[in-house]
């Protein structure tokens, strides 16, 4: 039989490295039955004993508010289990000591980690580990996961767990209460009720949580609250202070923190401080944000070209050799032509122009992410989403569309208001995602900035760039705004921010985690939905009707419709037929112009821009791409996410509209206000 | 000598003993769970660029909290 073992503890304690620690590469991912939490499982085996262990989302206390804790609760009070491991942050001692006696009071069979100790050991922070055992009552082991220290000691006083004489600390509450808990007690041991120890459930009936109480009937099949007994012991219930358990249970852990803990240097947060001042700041809070904003696009534009052009040179080299080992398996020239100008051409578009940019981009984002910059940011901009009535950690979410828009709308599984979560997921895509970048960035290079490759002309790109972003931003902060007086109207909820200590990111590992986890993830599922879309675009543009292709009587269709926005129709086509991957946007656009059958490479921009402007291209033309590229729907994976999260077509429809009627308007405009003055 | 006064109002800089919580529902809970129950010390640490919200040192931790929920706290100031 294998041994279940949960994992419990606050958010952002490393408790995710203790999993991976502990499971390695055995493990897999899903989501919680009926539920958009993430769910982990992995298995381990320790001195022949095998293991399931089971990541539950991270919590401040059994009192839950989120779905995510919900999850975590509902696991811990009326699933079966074997043992949890109770994950805390040695510096925040007090507050995750807090959750530990909250999951003593439910079973006995615990283990404390007290992790990140190398965290306190730097800050000469010193935690007495065998008296807080000897107090708690329960092994308690001392970590450091991201070195995988005392993991071997963890896997130990887990083996022999079960022979272990526990006697878990009791928080005692005052005598009223007591009184009660004892009256409680001898009613329910009347009913059958085995798998929950009697004193928590007393203790949660005087609590009067009506959540719990609902999940305790539908578990169990009975109303507790309904039982005449028990009413009448509830009923001599109202001069019991309404804090009293959270009270209780915070002011033994605190008791117990200062008798395990001392600190060597009280003064040891102060350099934390001293960043915290400068990246909050009234002065240099906001500028500051913006350059780190800048040095990553232009890390990533930079550092992107050479590689980009390597991968364009490789694939088209490779593209001879494709043709001839078709030719030589005698394959017919039509499928040739569709397999090498339809399928191969796009998906090595896609690949030279999505790989490098993302591969420079992900870690360097996740790096922000793990020194602990970007709750700074969500902090930074709380005031500004507090006044569009949505929740500051909507920010967070934002940045993670810079990077994948459908891993942003996942994301905001962080929000607990259900109001300000769809305001999140519906503006999610006002920042463009990596695949929009590339097209963004040509138009500026060709267009908006003096052509040349020299320093300053970069630099410009990405102050171009940046007043792009910005305007995204802008418009998330208005929809979300105007969402919030109409369709989704309300007031903001309450919010709380935790901004964790800064921490070292570990180099080798961020770059592995976000090349393997994020990147190569995009990758695959662009590279998935381009081969569909390749032969698509392939068919249309060599099957005729008439004397021309279906491409170009979908361009001439739509040509009145883009003049008047001040496009053409070869660009609305083109975002139509990009909607699987907005990385071939530019491409399909380009094949139109050229007339030919297949996607096109470009030799230069400055070849490029001459073949646009024979067609009739203006500086409008490209501002209003520009606009359609920034507010356009979302790409399909994205709208599936988004249907996922939301369970409902009506909000991806809504996803789908107002992104795309605010860049048609945009589009009105600047073709009124360009045709008035010209 | 002491001084009562509602958490938004507590400067930069300076600690409190709070005092009771005039939060009902999901946020009284949330801001218990914090560790942010009566007796507690806090200290106001840092002020968003838009000086709302501010984040509070509450046991160790650094937590941001809104205007609009930390007028409802009362705070002795020490």
């Known amino acids: 039989m294998k041994k279940k073992i949960a994992l419990a503890g606050n958010p952002n304690v490393g408790k995710s490295t203790i999993f991976n620690a502990l499971t390695g590469m055995h493990q897999h991912t899903g989501n919680w039955p009926g539920k958009t939490v993430s769910q982990a499982i992995g298995e381990f085996q320790y001195r022949g004993m095998e293991y399931e262990l089971i990541d539950l989302p991270g919590t401040y206390s059994l009192i839950s508010h989120s779905e995510e804790e919900t999850v975590t609760r509902n696991f811990l009070c009326f699933e079966e289990y074997d043992a949890v491991i109770v994950v805390c942050d040695s510096l925040c001692l007090e507050r995750n000591l807090n959750l530990a006696l909250q999951i003593l009071e439910i079973t006995p069979n615990v283990v404390v980690c007290i992790n990140l100790l190398d965290e306190a050991r730097k800050k000469k922070v010193m935690i007495n580990l065998e008296l807080l055992e000897k107090k708690l009552g329960v092994p308690v082991v001392g970590t450091e996961a991201r070195k995988k220290k005392g993991i071997d000691c963890l896997l130990e006083k887990l083996h022999s767990l079960e022979s272990e004489r526990k006697k878990p600390t009791k928080v005692r509450y005052s005598r009223k209460v007591e009184e009660k808990v004892m009256e409680l007690e001898a009613i329910l041991k009347k009913k059958e009720i085995t798998d929950i120890p009697l004193r928590w459930l007393a203790l949660r009936l005087i609590e009067k949580d009506p959540v719990l109480e609902k999940e305790i009937t539908d578990h169990w099949k009975i109303s507790l609250s309904e039982d005449q007994a028990i009413s009448k012991v509830l009923e001599t219930n109202s001069d019991i202070g309404k804090d009293i358990f959270a009270s209780a249970i915070m002011q033994k852990s605190e008791q117990l923190t200062k008798e395990v803990v001392s600190y060597q240097n009280p003064d040891y947060e102060k350099r934390s401080r001293k960043i915290d001042k400068i990246l909050t700041s009234k002065r240099t809070g906001i500028p500051l944000m913006l350059l780190m904003l800048m040095v990553i696009f232009w890390l990533t534009i930079t550092g992107a070209n050479y590689p980009s052009q390597l991968l364009f040179d490789f694939f088209s080299h490779i593209e001879g050799y494709v043709v001839n080992f078709l030719e030589f398996i005698s394959c017919p020239s039509w499928l040739n032509s569709l397999l090498v100008g339809g399928i191969y051409k796009t998906l090595s578009w896609v690949v030279s122009v999505m790989l490098p940019p993302m591969a420079i981009f992900f870690p360097l984002f996740t790096l922000l992410e793990d020194l602990g910059v970007l709750p700074r940011i969500a902090f930074n901009l709380d005031k500004g989403f507090q006044k569009c009535c949505a929740c500051g950690k909507q920010a967070l979410c934002m940045m993670m569309g810079f990077g994948c828009n459908a891993v942003g709308v996942i994301g905001t599984r962080i929000i607990d208001s259900k109001r300000e979560r769809l305001i999140a997921i519906l503006t999610n895509n006002f920042v463009p995602c990596n695949g929009r970048f590339p097209t963004i960035i040509v138009m500026i290079s060709m267009f908006l900035v003096a052509a040349n490759s020299s320093g300053i002309a970069s630099i410009s790109q990405v102050l171009w760039l940046t007043f792009i972003i910005l305007l995204g931003i802008g418009m998330t902060f208005l929809i979300s705004f105007l969402l919030s007086k109409t369709l989704l109207k309300g007031l903001p909820s309450s919010f709380t921010l935790e901004l964790p200590p800064y921490r070292k990111p570990q180099f080798f590992k961020v770059i592995v985690r976000s090349i393997f986890d994020k990147t190569l993830h995009v990758l695959f599922r662009a590279v998935v939905v381009t081969i569909p879309a390749g032969t698509l675009i392939w068919l249309l543009a060599n099957i005729s009707i008439g004397n021309m292709s279906i491409l170009a009587h979908v361009n001439n269709f739509l040509d009145p419709f883009g003049k008047m926005i001040g496009v053409d129709g070869v660009i609305l086509t083109a975002f139509l037929l990009g909607f699987p991957a907005n990385e071939i946007v530019l491409p399909i656009m380009l094949m139109s112009y050229l007339s030919l059958g297949t996607i096109t490479d470009y030799a230069s921009i400055s070849e490029l821009k001459t073949l646009l402007i024979d067609h009739g291209w203006t500086i409008l033309t490209a501002i209003n791409m520009i606009i359609l590229c920034l507010f356009h729907f979302p790409c399909s994976t994205t709208c599936l996410t988004i249907k996922k999260e939301t369970g409902s077509i009506k909000w991806m429809l809504y996803s789908i509209l107002i992104p795309t009627i605010c860049g048609i308007i945009l589009c009105l405009l600047t073709t009124f206000f360009f045709r008035l003055f010209n | ?78």
């Not at chain 2, 409190?16 to 005039?22: F, R």
């Not at chain 2, 009566?38 to 205007?67: C, H, M, W």
């Open chain 2, 1 to 78: 000598m002491s001084q009562i006064l509602t958490l938004d109002c507590l400067k930069i800089g300076r600690s409190a003993k709070v005092i009771q919580i005039n939060h009902t529902g999901s946020i009284r809970r949330r801001l218990l769970d914090l560790g942010l129950v009566p007796g507690t010390i806090i200290k106001a640490e840092l002020a968003s660029p838009f000086q709302d919200p501010v984040a509070y040192q509450i046991r160790n931790a650094l937590i941001a909290i809104r205007k609009e929920d930390s007028r409802n706290i009362l705070v002795e100031e020490l």
